[in-house]
T-cell receptor
């Protein structure tokens, strides 16, 4: 059972445009939602994260929007640049049991074209 | 500060063989997690170790095992390899129990295993 569903699978955006990636989760116990960015040949790296007590978090050009009632969250990349071309993974975890297990979405391959 | 180091980076095995992968976490990190990454299934949690104890295990068969040493270095082993075990195996470390939230993992570049 896939607990975190991510869409789209791939995304092509013009330079300067807005990239939007969506995720939905099922487990209401999740209380931490990070986004990871992965370049080819590299491991994933934490990009930005949010807790369900806030509806939005912004760091530079990256913004997470969170809708707790809908169990959905999304990543917005403003002014997308070719250097943003990578695979993006949303993830979720719950810290109550002291677990460091992340449940990942299946990823979105973003291509930003000049 | 050195990042997470995984060895070997690439390896080729044949069905039925076994493989051991190694991970050195970031200095001071005591939690090490392992993930399997494949194109079809994405990133899937294998297990997590903290202070030499397995804290959590994903839904993988018993052929997948791991351990952690007193210096926090970790190894994972896959026995009786199958074609479907071909994947990128990622190790991640975290300073569990300190200020970082549970989801802030630092990943290595992975060990790419090909099973023929």
């Amino acid at each position: 059972q896939q607990q975190v569903k991510q869409s789209p699978q791939s995304l092509i955006v013009q330079k300067g445009g807005i990239s939007i990636i969506n995720c939905a989760y099922e487990n209401t116990a999740f209380d931490y939602f990070p986004w990871y960015q992965q370049f080819p040949g590299k491991g994933p790296a934490l990009l930005i994260a949010i807790r369900p007590d806030v509806s939005e978090k912004k760091e530079g050009r990256f913004t997470i929007s969170f809708n707790k009632s809908a169990k959905q969250f999304s990543l917005h990349i403003m002014d997308s640049q070719p250097g943003d071309s990578a695979t993006y993974f949303c993830a979720a975890t719950y810290s109550g049991a002291g677990s460091y297990q992340l449940t990942f979405g299946k990823g979105t391959k973003l291509s930003v074209i000049p | 500060k050195a990042g997470v180091t995984q060895t070997p980076r690439y390896l080729i095995k044949t069905r039925g063989q076994q493989v051991t992968l190694s991970c050195s976490p970031i200095s001071g990190h005591r939690s090490v997690s392992w993930y399997q990454q494949t194109p079809g299934q994405g990133l899937q949690f294998l297990f997590e170790y903290f202070s030499e104890t397995q804290r959590n295990k994903g839904n993988f068969p018993g052929r997948f095992s791991g351990r952690q040493f007193s210096n926090s270095r970790s190894e994972m082993n896959v026995s009786t390899l199958e074609l479907g075990d071909s994947a990128l195996y990622l190790c991640a470390s975290s300073s569990r129990g300190q200020s970082l939230p549970a989801g802030e993992l630092f990943f290595g570049e992975g060990s790419r295993l090909t099973v023929l």
